[in-house]
Each structure stands twice: as C-alpha cells, then as structure tokens.
C-alpha cells in the first residue's frame, strides 16, 4: 500500500477541515515538518489567523517539528504582543503616531525569541502558547492550557497557566527516545515499524537499542 504523501494537503479523503500543515503555510516565519497536521472545526485555513501579533519587522520565527498534532483553534502568541513592563505604564503611545511617534526612541520592547514546537506533539484544543516558549518532543499540551514556559520532552501539561501533570514515561525511557528520534528516521523505516512505534517504547527500544 502507497505511503502518504506528506506534500499532500488534504490527506482524508472527502476531508478539508484536516490538512497536513506545511502545505498551507504562507509565511515564511512559520516552518512546519512533514505529516504535522492541523484540525479544524471549520477550516484549516484558520491556522495562521491564530497566529497572533506575528509582525514581519519583529523576525520572529514560529517553528513547529514532525509528526506533530494540533487541535482546533489552539493560538500562538508571538512577539508583536508585548509591550514596555519595567517602564511607568506599558500603553503603547508611539504607534498613533503624530506627536507621540519618537515615543520609543532609543527603547525596543521585550522579545522572548522564537517560538518552538518539537517533534510528535499534541497540542489539544484551544491551548495558547505564549512567544518565546519551547515545547520539548513528544510533550501533549492539555486542551485550553495557555503554556506561559518551556515544556520538557515527553512531558503532559494542562491548565492556565500550564503546569506538569506527569510525565509519559520514566526518565531513562524518555533519554532513549530522545537519541532514537524515530521521527528523523526515513519514512519507508517508520512505516516498518508503526506496530513498534503504536506499543510501550520499551518495545520499540530493546528492537533498535544497537542504534543507540
């Protein structure tokens, strides 16, 4: 049987609310790994207009991994929505203009740098993710969390803000997997070992553990 092609934007037959994501993509401060997908309750179109305050003269970049799963309406807030917070007051006087226009002279407002998606993981529905954040491998961010700081690798996090609930699997198991990085493998390799890669890693481990 065919393998899916990850150049595909609609991989469901019959489907468009699901699309594999990089297809869609057209700013080039969003770069998205193969087979990330994004599902929405009315179009997958919507995936950029939830990426907010994600201004061009700012640069920064939203980068999302692999294999990646991202649920209906989940927002990212980039860098375009900060403002002065160790200043008197954080309005923003300088963009109406006029005789405020020379307001931020010799000032810049806050960056946290770019935004961070690893490989293989699941964004449920509706989470914010605030700029700057990391989101390690294989991590799964609970539906309606807002994700204020990094999320270590294979890590569940929920909540507002988003705190760890537990992690998927033991600590020397999670080492493991993290030099396996099954998602740089080439596609027709994980194709022979999706029953592997869909069972308890240790599994999948004792099989490949001369390649670590």
């Known amino acids: 049987m065919q393998i899916p092609n990850p150049n595909t934007l609609y991989p469901l037959p019959d489907y468009e609310k699901l699309c594999f994501l990089k297809?869609?993509?057209?700013?080039?401060?969003?770069?998205?790994?193969?087979?990330?997908?994004?599902?929405?309750?009315?179009?997958?179109?919507?995936?950029?207009?939830?990426?907010?305050?994600?201004f061009d003269f700012i640069?920064?970049?939203?980068?999302?991994?692999?294999?990646?799963?991202?649920?209906?309406?989940?927002?990212?807030?980039?860098?375009?929505?900060?403002?002065?917070?160790?200043?008197t007051t954080a309005y923003p006087f300088a963009i109406f203009g006029g005789a405020w226009q020379q307001a931020m002279d010799g000032k810049s407002y806050p960056?946290?740098?770019?935004?961070?998606?690893?490989?293989?993981?699941w964004i449920g529905q509706g989470a914010t993710i605030m700029p700057g954040v990391t989101i390690g491998h294989g991590a799964i961010i609970g539906s309606k969390s807002v994700v204020t700081k990094d999320v270590a690798p294979y890590?569940?996090?929920?909540?507002n803000p988003a705190k760890e609930i537990k992690k998927r699997f033991e600590e020397a198991t999670i080492q493991k997997l993290l030099q396996l990085a099954?998602?740089?493998?080439?596609?027709?390799?994980?194709?022979?070992?999706?029953?592997?890669?869909?069972?308890?890693?240790?599994?999948?481990l004792a099989q490949h553990s001369a390649s670590l």
């Not at 960056?111 to 993981?121: C, E």
């Not at 890590?155 to 909540?159: E, T």
């Not at 099954?182 to 999948?204: F, G, H, M, V, Y």
């Open 23 to 54: 297809n869609q993509i057209s700013n080039p401060n969003i770069v998205v790994g193969n087979y990330t997908y994004y599902d929405d309750f009315e179009d997958p179109q919507n995936f950029e207009k939830n990426v907010k305050y994600h």
């Open 59 to 87: 640069g920064d970049k939203l980068v999302i991994g692999k294999f990646c799963m991202i649920a209906s309406g989940v927002e990212f807030i980039m860098n375009g929505g900060n403002h002065l917070t160790a200043a």
């Open 155 to 159: 890590s569940i996090v929920g909540g």
């Open 182 to 204: 099954w998602w740089d493998w080439d596609i027709e390799k994980i194709t022979q070992n999706l029953d592997l890669l869909l069972s308890d890693p240790k599994a999948l």
């Open 111 to 121: 960056s946290k740098g770019n935004t961070v998606i690893g490989n293989d993981v």
